[in-house]
């Protein structure tokens, strides 16, 4: 019985997009000054789909490179490959760029341990008396801010709520028949009239949606100086007498 033996490799880790594709560079001999895009991507995703199946986690920086090289590459197919040109350029100049900064680390490397630092024991003599100066304003500010840091937690007392509670909340059924009576008590109205005695913002938004309201269902006419009547065609479907004040 013959015993087939698994064929195993190593990935290197890559430092970033741009350590990769100058590995692959490097590996394939290609000419890092005039980069053939589309062997170098297909290259590339091959990488990213072994990293893939390693269980090795591929951050969005390589997606990214490989979204950068599909774009050069379908630039390239274009009839004017001038922005394809360039961007090769650009990419050329940064793995260059970054080729020289990996010479000069592994040089600094050779020189320098960045893996640890050793100093003697120092005593530090330490003076508690505080020796800075400030204004008397500067003073009652912090401590004015101090105490407003403590009432922060306390609950909110009831005068803060007075306001929203204490407010009438007029209806827009209220309203309309407030808007259907003043018509009708003086046949021709002028639509600014009806806010003049407002005593609130509520009552104002209520009397607004109102007046929508009655032109929505055409019960009431509106010209264009603003003159508001009664559509006698939609007739009283209302209850209130004519009489009564609004």
């Known amino acids: 019985m013959e015993r087939t033996e ?20 490097s590996k394939n ?8 895009v589309a062997e170098l991507l ?19 920086e390589f997606l990214t490179m490989a979204s950068r090289l599909v774009y050069i590459k379908t630039a390239m197919l274009m009839p004017r490959k001038e922005e394809a040109e ?9 793995l260059i760029e970054y ?8 040089k600094l490397a050779e020189k320098v341990s960045f893996d640890g630092f050793t100093r003697p024991e120092m005593k530090i003599s330490h003076d508690p008396t505080y020796t800075r100066s400030h204004e008397a304003a500067e003073l009652v500010k ?9 009432l922060r937690k306390k609950p909110p007392s009831k005068e803060n709520f007075r306001a929203i509670v204490g407010k009438k909340i007029v209806s827009v059924t209220e309203r309309i028949g407030y808007v259907l009576k003043s018509i009708y008590r ?15 913002r509520s009552e104002l938004i209520a009397t607004f949606l109102a007046v929508l309201d009655l032109i929505r269902s055409r019960k009431v006419n509106i010209d264009d100086n603003n003159i508001m009547t009664i559509n006698e065609s939609g007739g009283r479907n209302w209850n209130q007498s004519d009489s009564e004040q609004p």
């Open 6 to 25: 698994k064929i195993s490799y190593k990935l290197e880790v890559f430092e970033g997009p741009l350590d990769l594709l100058l590995f692959l560079i």
């Open 29 to 36: 001999k290609l000419n890092i000054y005039d980069i053939p």
């Open 42 to 60: 297909e290259q590339y995703m091959a990488h990213i789909d072994m990293m893939r199946l390693e269980n090795m986690d591929v951050s969005s």
């Open 86 to 94: 360039e961007l090769k350029k650009e990419l050329s100049g940064e």
């Open 99 to 106: 080729q020289l900064c990996k010479r000069m680390a592994r």
């Open 142 to 150: 912090a401590y004015v801010n101090a105490i407003g840091r403590g």
């Open 186 to 200: 003086s046949k021709r109205l002028k639509f600014n009239t009806l806010f003049e005695k407002a005593d609130s």
